[in-house]
């Protein structure tokens, strides 16, 4: 099958695939934890985007600190209070099996998530809560089948109630997949023979921004960039005084309707300095609608898509990760 198709299947089908957890996670049952912090073990394009775009829906949810950790180590203040949710697309990762490892000395508090591997493997030896995620996909096509997991896993775990939102989601995004988006083509081309500069804000795009580069890596096989409202303001925005860089970069800002004022105001001052100074600025923003996760995902649809038809336009395999694969063999043989 054509690979480009693969990647847009798995973009369409996002629909049924939170269906399909729904029904599977209806009836599972959270063990009692007692705990007061989230730790969140687990790296790359899958597991890594999936804890950011939780950390920012539960930013305004959730009466735990969550710390994400993509290390070969362990943070010294997991304890017995602390709850680590560990999680591997392949099941193989190796920086997340030698921390969910090190931490068995640390706490008994774990769930563990992956479609295959050694994580599964160990979960089942030790009797560990473990939730199976459907295989067949590359960890980043993944993305929202380990995210729907988790927060349904959380949504019971803290006796909150998403199901409307998880709904609309489904719902948009059935919508959504049968639109010809111009907008998707028009920011394709204009990326052309350019660097992308990508920024988000606190609390709503910071974590699409990294996934939106994350995909534009991967997928677009090209270097992107990432940064976040209101930190640029504090030192990045003074590089653009350089005005070289105009024909080398394209700065997109992830907005959202709801912006609180402050942020609207310096995503605004940041559009026209930047324009002012002859850099072209695209603006995207999520449908409008009062469900955070809805307009969250309305974003990641979009520039999920605008990935893959960036690596179909430059002619790149969008699955095709040889360079990770090599470097994976030389670790092996070190």
Sequence with gaps: MDDYKIMYDS???IPEDIEEIKVNLKNYIIPDFRFNKIVFLGTG???????DILSTYFFDKSNFPFLIHQGYDIPEFIDKDTLVIVCSYSGDTEETLSSFEK???KTDNFIIFSSNGRLEEISKEKNLPFIKLKRGYEARQAMHIIFFSILIILEKLFKLDFSKDIDEVIEFLKNE????????????????NRIPIIYGSYGFSDSIAERFRRQLNENGKIIAHTNIIPNLHHDEIVGFMDQKLKDILYIILLRDHFEDNRIKKRFDITREI???YG??????????????LVRMFS??????????????????????????????EMMKNG
Excluded at 177 to 192: A, G, S, T
């Design 103 to 105: 931490s068995f000395k």
């Design 279 to 292: 850099f072209r600025v695209r603006e995207i923003y999520p449908v409008l609608n009062n469900s955070k």
């Design 274 to 276: 930047l324009k002012n």
């Design 299 to 328: 974003l990641i649809f979009k520039i999920d898509l605008i990935s893959i038809k960036f690596s179909k336009t430059r002619g790149f395999n969008p699955k095709d990760v040889e360079i990770i694969k090599k470097l994976k």
């Design 45 to 51: 394009g899958g597991s890594r985007a999936a804890f």
């Design 11 to 13: 973009i369409y089908g």
């Design 177 to 192: 997949r049968d639109k010809n988006d111009q907008i998707v083509d028009e920011i394709v081309n204009e990326i052309l």
